[in-house]
């Protein structure tokens, strides 16, 4: 009579994950911007230097510039003495070289006998204390590659080279949906039976902070009709359709239905908690997971399946997140057969240590990943950790 | 006849950081924003729920709403019939529980005899798979703390708990001089001599990334009147003062004596490198920091000087650093009694554990902290670790 959750499938999380990050997906388009706003976009093609960083050889120190050659014979007990002008001059550092030198002394080094006498009691090779031309990039040398994350100081070498532009890819384009007629904005007063829709606050939130721009679509009700033209009018202008998918009313079904009718549905129903009823499917090319309801089963998907896909448009694999050896402060029981997310909060203890605080409760509830750093992964055979167990946490903001 | 860095301290890094980080910098401002725009922000005030979340009682499984008491005697001998109407109600997840029913049976344990009759063979406690009133954020308890970095679950938590606006601490307010006659805008062309000012990228990327807002002044001529002059307006209208200092002609005696004629100068020279010649001190109360000009140096001043004092203001104390154990891959030299900062790049191996890659090279070389994802701290009496030694590496780019 009704379709419950005991009919959707219960795939592995690696197999879900193999199926779903298998197809192209997005098209790789990019765009030329200027560096001075690129940090955090993607380089989409390597960037080579325009020129020599540095462009000329300069003093690395405070000292005196000299030809290496003529302090071969300096030594303690027959100190050398040079003529400013003549055989040495004075450079402080980043102070061009004039031609005729080829090292620095250091002023310390120095002992000034008066203005334009200077004695000194060690050789010194050619280009000590020099900075060479192209030493930190040469003309023509690659400065930054292809699928490069554009850091503050990658940016100051792209203008330090030269590049006052940089081609990078595109944002891929999000589009959030969010189905389900009981579902009102913040903005409005709910009634009994009405629920406040933030999830597509979580959804922007992250997606926008690995890259993506995010579009929000206005609530969906919840019938065939509406969800069906809302993902299809959003396949046209976008690149990844994420769907909230809600909680109640088999609505599950309809995104299902509706991803079966227009494109291909990949998974729906993976084996691990709190998530289970999660979608991947495809659009014309176009990935298309539906989120379930729950926030902390939302915030969890968009970790496990989209952001691995966008890092996958940008890097050509997803980077991988920063795991921390932590010692358990409360016991943690999971059910034996699925795999199990546990919410968690990471302290560093006073020896340097860390400790890993297990944030349980049900999957509707927002406190339990307010405040939260990242999850304890449970393996399906795992039954319970005990306090003080050393367990791996995931961090869900740090990469490597 | 020339100052020399022989002549600057050599103050410990900690000492440094505790003579700077005592006094109390920046008035704390706040201002009244709307919660959906706040994902980033850190807030001023706690913030309490102003209506229950959930604010009705709700179904958390599909299946029948009944009164528990009503099922006391159902066992698998003696299954229980239930009238539809009467003693039961169909409900799915997310459904308002009718007010005469108090529990709800799984639909997988339900047995439909007809469209009207049911039976169940197991009794079921009072408020069995129902979501209470509350049970998320209480009205009235707190849903976030002062001083709380707004994730967008956190953005979501308020939303859902009628917080429409948010009182957040306003950002900082920083500016950056750039100080140095041989300065000269990445749009221009180089000549012989003049070098291309890029430090404010570095700058810019990371204190923007923290949190505070960040001006950037136009190049400063190396001149005492000049320094002064742009100092003096700069703590007008900015909280946190950043200056260029350069590298070269003694330029970093001009940002201290400007700091000694308007404030006060607290630490000149602090036992690390690369970054020995950073400046610390205070005008009206406002943080003055002189960045070495070497971009490597003005890469780690920002982290060990910057980054801790932005994040005072926002948290009253600064969030650590993550670090983590990582086998090098290469030898490190270091010299005896400074402390050095070694960037790394961390790599994850294929059993789980981490690989660490130092790049070492001179201060001046932007090619090592492009692609660097944090630093080994080599101490002051280590000269060397192994290649395979397992060390500690500072990630720059997450916290805890």
Known sequence: MRRVRAQLQAVSLEEAQRIFFAPEFFQAREEEIKTREAVGRVTSRPVCAQRDLPHYASAAMDGIAVKAERTRLADPHHPLRLKRGRDCEYVDTGDPI????????????????????????????????????????????????????????????????????????????????????????????????????????IVRGYVERWGASVTIHPIVLNDFIYVRRAVQEACAEHDLILLGAGTSKGRGDWVSEVVRGLGEVLV????????????????????????????????????????????????????????????????????????????????????????????????????????ADGWIEVPEDVEHYEHGALVEATLVDAVV
């Open 268 to 371: 729906h129903g993976v084996a691990y908690h709190p998530g289970h009823p999660v979608l991947l499917g495809v659009i014309e090319r176009k990935p298309v997971v539906g989120l379930p309801g729950y926030p902390v089963a939302t915030w969890l998907a968009l970790h496990l399946f989209v952001w691995p896909l966008v890092e996958r448009y940008y890097f050509g694999r997803a980077r991988e997140l920063i795991k921390i050896q932590a010692k358990l402060t409360k016991p943690i029981r999971s059910v034996r057969g699925f795999r199990e997310f546990v919410r968690a909060r990471l302290e560093r203890a006073a020896d340097g240590s860390y400790l890993v605080h297990p944030l349980q409760g049900g999957a509707s509830k927002l406190s339990t990943i307010v405040g």
């Open 98 to 201: 004039p031609d005729t030198y080829d090292a620095v002394i250091k002023i310390e080094d120095v002992h000034e006998l008066d203005a334009d006498t200077i004695e000194i009691t060690r050789p010194v090779p050619v280009g000590k204390h020099i900075r060479a031309v192209g030493e930190d990039f040469a003309q023509g040398a690659q400065v930054i590659p292809k699928d490069f994350l554009l850091t503050p100081e990658a940016v100051a070498a792209l203008l330090g080279t030269g590049n006052l532009t940089v081609w990078v890819k595109c944002r891929p384009r999000a589009i959030f949906i969010p189905t389900g007629s009981e579902l009102i904005p913040p903005e409005k007063k709910p009634s009994r039976g009405q629920i406040v829709e933030t999830n597509s606050q």
